[in-house]
Protein backbone atom coordinates (compact mmCIF):
# COMPACT_ATOMS: atom_id res chain seq x y z
CA UNK A 1 0.00 0.00 0.00
CA UNK A 2 1.86 3.25 -0.84
CA UNK A 3 -0.67 5.59 1.00
CA UNK A 4 1.27 4.16 4.26
CA UNK A 5 4.91 4.49 2.25
CA UNK A 6 6.56 7.47 4.36
CA UNK A 7 9.19 9.26 2.71
CA UNK A 8 11.86 9.71 5.37
CA UNK A 9 12.80 13.38 4.08
CA UNK A 10 9.53 14.54 4.47
CA UNK A 11 9.36 13.59 8.35
CA UNK A 12 9.59 16.61 10.27
CA UNK A 13 11.93 17.51 12.79
CA UNK A 14 9.71 17.38 15.39
CA UNK A 15 8.55 13.79 14.25
CA UNK A 16 5.10 13.04 12.35
CA UNK A 17 2.00 11.88 14.50
CA UNK A 18 -0.66 9.77 12.66
CA UNK A 19 -3.86 8.11 13.74
CA UNK A 20 -4.85 5.29 11.38
CA UNK A 21 -8.30 4.17 11.97
CA UNK A 22 -8.01 2.64 7.97
CA UNK A 23 -9.16 -0.61 8.24
CA UNK A 24 -7.97 -1.86 4.54
CA UNK A 25 -4.51 -1.57 6.04
CA UNK A 26 -5.65 -4.67 7.98
CA UNK A 27 -8.24 -6.21 5.64
CA UNK A 28 -5.76 -6.42 2.54
CA UNK A 29 -3.48 -8.60 4.28
CA UNK A 30 -5.90 -11.18 5.73
CA UNK A 31 -7.49 -11.50 2.31
CA UNK A 32 -3.73 -11.55 0.43
CA UNK A 33 -2.77 -14.04 3.08
CA UNK A 34 -6.57 -16.13 3.09
CA UNK A 35 -6.63 -16.06 6.84
CA UNK A 36 -9.58 -17.55 8.88
CA UNK A 37 -9.59 -13.44 10.68
CA UNK A 38 -12.80 -11.01 11.06
CA UNK A 39 -12.46 -7.70 12.80
CA UNK A 40 -14.42 -7.95 15.31
CA UNK A 41 -13.87 -4.18 17.15
CA UNK A 42 -11.91 -1.92 14.37
CA UNK A 43 -7.96 -1.50 15.19
CA UNK A 44 -6.56 1.62 15.75
CA UNK A 45 -3.07 2.46 16.11
CA UNK A 46 -1.73 6.06 16.99
CA UNK A 47 1.97 6.68 15.99
CA UNK A 48 4.72 8.69 16.10
CA UNK A 49 7.72 8.58 13.59
CA UNK A 50 10.95 10.79 14.69
CA UNK A 51 13.69 10.29 11.59
CA UNK A 52 17.45 11.23 12.45
CA UNK A 53 19.78 10.63 9.12
CA UNK A 54 18.47 6.90 7.86
CA UNK A 55 17.35 6.13 11.24
CA UNK A 56 13.54 6.00 11.99
CA UNK A 57 12.05 5.65 15.50
CA UNK A 58 8.56 4.57 15.67
CA UNK A 59 6.40 4.56 18.62
CA UNK A 60 2.94 3.46 19.13
CA UNK A 61 -0.24 1.68 20.20
CA UNK A 62 -2.54 -0.61 18.28
CA UNK A 63 -5.70 -1.73 19.73
CA UNK A 64 -9.00 -3.97 18.34
CA UNK A 65 -10.32 -7.45 18.60
CA UNK A 66 -10.30 -10.10 15.91
CA UNK A 67 -12.40 -13.06 15.64
CA UNK A 68 -10.17 -16.35 14.71
CA UNK A 69 -11.88 -19.93 14.72
CA UNK A 70 -10.60 -21.69 17.87
CA UNK A 71 -7.96 -24.45 17.49
CA UNK A 72 -10.11 -26.98 19.05
CA UNK A 73 -13.71 -26.46 18.17
CA UNK A 74 -13.42 -24.39 15.27
CA UNK A 75 -15.91 -21.84 16.59
CA UNK A 76 -14.94 -17.98 16.58
CA UNK A 77 -12.79 -17.01 19.35
CA UNK A 78 -12.06 -13.20 20.36
CA UNK A 79 -8.67 -12.07 20.25
CA UNK A 80 -8.11 -8.85 21.58
CA UNK A 81 -4.99 -7.05 20.53
CA UNK A 82 -3.39 -4.00 22.88
CA UNK A 83 -0.27 -2.94 22.73
CA UNK A 84 2.59 -0.37 23.26
CA UNK A 85 5.54 -0.76 21.05
CA UNK A 86 9.05 1.36 20.00
CA UNK A 87 10.59 0.05 17.31
CA UNK A 88 13.74 1.43 15.24
CA UNK A 89 14.29 0.98 11.97
CA UNK A 90 17.52 1.42 9.56
CA UNK A 91 18.72 0.96 5.53
CA UNK A 92 20.31 -2.92 5.40
CA UNK A 93 23.58 -3.09 3.73
CA UNK A 94 22.89 -5.32 0.21
CA UNK A 95 24.63 -8.19 1.92
CA UNK A 96 22.28 -9.59 5.04
CA UNK A 97 19.45 -11.60 4.87
CA UNK A 98 17.77 -9.48 7.54
CA UNK A 99 14.17 -7.41 7.06
CA UNK A 100 14.29 -3.56 7.29
CA UNK A 101 10.62 -2.01 6.49
CA UNK A 102 12.94 0.88 5.76
CA UNK A 103 12.85 0.52 1.75
CA UNK A 104 14.63 2.15 -1.48
CA UNK A 105 12.34 3.26 -3.95
CA UNK A 106 13.63 5.75 -7.02
CA UNK A 107 16.68 6.40 -4.86
CA UNK A 108 14.88 7.72 -1.77
CA UNK A 109 14.11 5.87 1.11
CA UNK A 110 10.87 5.43 2.50
CA UNK A 111 8.89 3.55 5.69
CA UNK A 112 6.81 0.90 5.40
CA UNK A 113 4.94 1.58 8.08
CA UNK A 114 2.25 -0.54 7.05
CA UNK A 115 4.43 -3.54 7.27
CA UNK A 116 5.47 -2.32 10.47
CA UNK A 117 1.62 -2.72 11.75
CA UNK A 118 0.94 -5.56 10.58
CA UNK A 119 3.98 -7.17 11.92
CA UNK A 120 2.89 -6.03 15.36
CA UNK A 121 -0.48 -7.10 15.05
CA UNK A 122 0.67 -11.05 14.00
CA UNK A 123 3.04 -10.88 16.63
CA UNK A 124 -0.23 -10.19 19.36
CA UNK A 125 -2.09 -12.90 18.11
CA UNK A 126 -1.20 -15.76 20.44
CA UNK A 127 -0.24 -18.96 18.96
CA UNK A 128 -3.12 -21.36 20.44
CA UNK A 129 -6.76 -19.62 20.04
CA UNK A 130 -9.11 -21.07 22.11
CA UNK A 131 -12.71 -19.62 22.60
CA UNK A 132 -12.45 -20.86 26.30
CA UNK A 133 -10.16 -22.18 28.53
CA UNK A 134 -12.22 -25.23 28.61
CA UNK A 135 -12.85 -26.04 25.63
CA UNK A 136 -13.24 -29.52 24.91
CA UNK A 137 -13.16 -29.37 21.10
CA UNK A 138 -14.46 -31.80 18.18
CA UNK A 139 -14.90 -35.43 18.88
CA UNK A 140 -11.92 -37.22 16.40
CA UNK A 141 -14.98 -39.80 15.56
CA UNK A 142 -17.80 -38.08 14.34
CA UNK A 143 -16.95 -34.29 14.68
CA UNK A 144 -19.32 -33.23 16.75
CA UNK A 145 -18.73 -29.84 18.89
CA UNK A 146 -18.07 -31.73 22.42
CA UNK A 147 -19.20 -27.91 23.89
CA UNK A 148 -22.50 -28.43 22.70
CA UNK A 149 -23.75 -31.69 22.17
CA UNK A 150 -22.47 -35.33 23.87
CA UNK A 151 -21.65 -38.12 21.32
CA UNK A 152 -21.78 -41.85 22.09
CA UNK A 153 -18.22 -42.06 20.18
CA UNK A 154 -16.95 -45.17 22.14
CA UNK A 155 -13.56 -43.81 24.28
CA UNK A 156 -11.78 -46.51 23.11
CA UNK A 157 -11.95 -46.58 19.55
CA UNK A 158 -8.71 -47.75 18.05
CA UNK A 159 -7.42 -47.76 14.61
CA UNK A 160 -7.99 -51.54 12.95
CA UNK A 161 -4.66 -51.41 11.86
CA UNK A 162 -3.02 -50.86 15.37
CA UNK A 163 -4.84 -53.81 17.06
CA UNK A 164 -2.34 -56.36 17.06
CA UNK A 165 -0.25 -53.99 19.68
CA UNK A 166 -2.88 -54.58 21.90
CA UNK A 167 -1.90 -58.25 22.30
CA UNK A 168 2.25 -57.42 22.57
CA UNK A 169 2.88 -58.27 26.47
CA UNK A 170 5.62 -56.94 28.39
CA UNK A 171 7.47 -58.51 31.18
Keep these: MDKYLIKLKDVPPQGLALEISDQTIWIEP ?11 QDIKSIIKIQVQGNVCMIKGTIEGSLNIPCDRCLEDATVCISETFKVIEQPLKKDTLDI ?9 LFLDLAGILWERLVLNIPSKILCSEDCKGLCPYCGAN ?4 Q ?13 VLRKIKIS
Excluded at 100 to 108: A, L, P, Q, R, T
Excluded at 146 to 149: L, P, R, T, Y
Aim: glycine share 2%; proline share 5%.
Design 146 to 149: KNIV
Design 100 to 108: SFIVEKDGE
Design 151 to 163: CNCKKEMVDPRLE
Design 30 to 40: IKEFKLPYKIR
